[in-house]
């Protein structure tokens, strides 16, 4: 296993970072995963053995659920790894139980530290927008909890390139702790990322954490023109991300015919796509089975030639769009002098 720096700080956490969503199954989350403890035990248990360090859940998984679970698969081994949770999603029936206001992030944030059986979150992040409550409000509670020492680095998730660089500046301003990280979709199959973001993040030097890399099971080689997987597969009850299918199966194609050249499966090419990718800090699984998680973790094996990576990238590349193909025109002769 492979550690990288997350963002600026002095945080080092594995490239591979084991997501806790499918655990509990409670309501609407059983269409993503339902491990039990003794599942969750293994999975926590395999991936420690694998060198990761990075653990990832959020309240709202399992309403809670998957906190507990994965605070008791961590037992004794928690302070030798970087546990992540988030904020900002409905905990309850009541008007004021979501959002990211001064008061849900500081009756959240206990509640979190009570589920997960410690004293402190490594990563908090925001799990998305708040178009009701002011980003100073937001940014003031999770400094305050910085200071108090319930969270040691923040993290944003699920926004556009002018709301996180708002807070950025709002936190600079204000000299408040700041957001290190960004929790988003990236996949091979969905760039879009790359468009905004990604210039953001290597510009203000923020850590990628990079969610369902697979796109929701489309990479995971179950699906194909002919073939849409099999019954009772995740994306049959909940099709999600969003994925331009089409597209997709071109994309799979081309990673099909690069996975029987390594003697490997087709979602271990996806993740290892991404591995190659230098603004990427970790890749986020959440494996429902052991078998799964095995080859998961293989990816970080797996290293593409220039050719295979270039082949990948004409494939899955995104489309011209304005203002980046202007800023191509024009900037080609203003390209920085090599070191």
Same mark, same amino acid.
């Given at each position: 296993?492979?550690?990288?720096?997350?963002?600026?700080?002095?945080?080092?956490?594995?490239?591979?970072?084991?997501?806790?969503?499918?655990?509990?199954?409670?309501?609407?989350?059983?269409?993503?995963?339902?491990?039990?403890?003794?599942?969750?035990?293994?999975?926590?248990?395999?991936? %420690?053995? @694998?060198?990761?360090?990075?653990?990832?859940?959020?309240? $709202?998984?399992?309403? *809670? &659920? =998957?906190?507990?679970?994965?605070?008791?698969?961590?037992?004794?081994?928690?302070?030798?790894?970087?546990?992540?949770?988030?904020?900002?999603?409905?905990?309850?029936?009541?008007?004021?139980?979501?959002?990211?206001?001064?008061?849900?992030?500081?009756?959240?944030?206990?509640?979190?530290?009570?589920?997960?059986?410690?004293?402190?979150?490594?990563?908090?992040?925001?799990?998305?927008?708040?178009?009701?409550?002011?980003?100073?409000?937001? %940014?003031? @509670?999770?400094?305050?909890?910085?200071?108090?020492?319930? $969270?040691?680095?923040? *993290? &944003? =998730?699920?926004?556009?390139?002018?709301?996180?660089?708002?807070?950025?500046?709002?936190?600079?301003?204000?000299?408040?702790?700041?957001?290190?990280?960004?929790?988003?979709?990236?996949?091979?199959a969905g760039r879009d990322l790359e468009r905004e973001l990604v210039p953001l993040m290597k510009d203000q030097h923020l850590g990628l954490m990079v969610w369902s890399p697979?796109?929701?099971?489309?990479?995971?080689?179950?699906?194909?023109?002919?073939?849409?997987?099999?019954?009772?597969?995740?994306?049959?009850?909940?099709?999600?991300?969003?994925?331009?299918?089409?597209?997709?199966?071109?994309?799979?194609?081309?990673?099909?015919?690069?996975?029987?050249?390594?003697?490997?499966?087709?979602?271990?090419?996806?993740?290892?796509?991404?591995?190659?990718?230098?603004?990427?800090?970790?890749?986020?699984?959440?494996?429902?089975?052991?078998?799964?998680?095995?080859?998961?973790?293989?990816?970080?094996?797996?290293?593409?030639?220039?050719?295979?990576?270039?082949?990948?990238?004409?494939?899955?590349?995104?489309?011209?769009?304005?203002?980046?193909?202007?800023?191509?025109?024009?900037?080609?002769?203003?390209?920085?002098?090599?070191?």
């Amino acid at each position: 296993m492979n550690y990288r720096q997350l963002g600026r700080t002095g945080l080092y956490v594995s490239e591979l970072c084991f997501g806790a969503m499918t655990f509990g199954g409670e309501g609407f989350w059983k269409a993503i995963g339902a491990q039990g403890q003794a599942e969750a035990d293994k999975l926590v248990g395999r991936s %420690l053995d @694998a060198g990761i360090n990075f653990f990832d859940t959020a309240n $709202v998984y399992s309403f *809670g &659920a =998957s906190e507990t679970m994965l605070g008791k698969a961590l037992g004794a081994k928690r302070s030798s790894v970087v546990l992540a949770s988030k904020v900002r999603g409905r905990m309850g029936p009541g008007v004021n139980e979501l959002g990211l206001s001064r008061g849900h992030i500081m009756d959240q944030v206990h509640a979190s530290l009570k589920r997960l059986g410690t004293d402190y979150i490594d990563l908090y992040q925001i799990h998305g927008y708040d178009a009701v409550t002011p980003m100073d409000e937001t %940014l003031r @509670a999770l400094d305050d909890l910085v200071r108090q020492g319930k $969270v040691r680095y923040l *993290g &944003a =998730s699920n926004l556009a390139a002018w709301q996180l660089m708002k807070a950025l500046g709002i936190s600079e301003h204000k000299g408040l702790a700041r957001f290190e990280s960004l929790q988003a979709y990236y996949t091979i199959a969905g760039r879009d990322l790359e468009r905004e973001l990604v210039p953001l993040m290597k510009d203000q030097h923020l850590g990628l954490m990079v969610w369902s890399p697979l796109a929701g099971g489309f990479l995971s080689g179950k699906y194909r023109r002919d073939q849409q997987g099999p019954q009772g597969a995740r994306r049959a009850e909940f099709d999600f991300p969003p994925v331009n299918k089409e597209r997709a199966y071109d994309i799979i194609d081309v990673m099909d015919g690069i996975a029987k050249e390594h003697d490997v499966s087709v979602a271990r090419v996806a993740l290892a796509w991404l591995l190659h990718q230098p603004h990427v800090t970790t890749i986020i699984i959440g494996a429902k089975t052991e078998q799964q998680l095995e080859d998961n973790l293989a990816c970080t094996k797996l290293k593409l030639t220039p050719e295979q990576l270039a082949k990948l990238d004409a494939v899955s590349k995104l489309p011209p769009e304005y203002p980046q193909w202007m800023l191509e025109r024009q900037g080609g002769d203003r390209v920085p002098p090599t070191k």
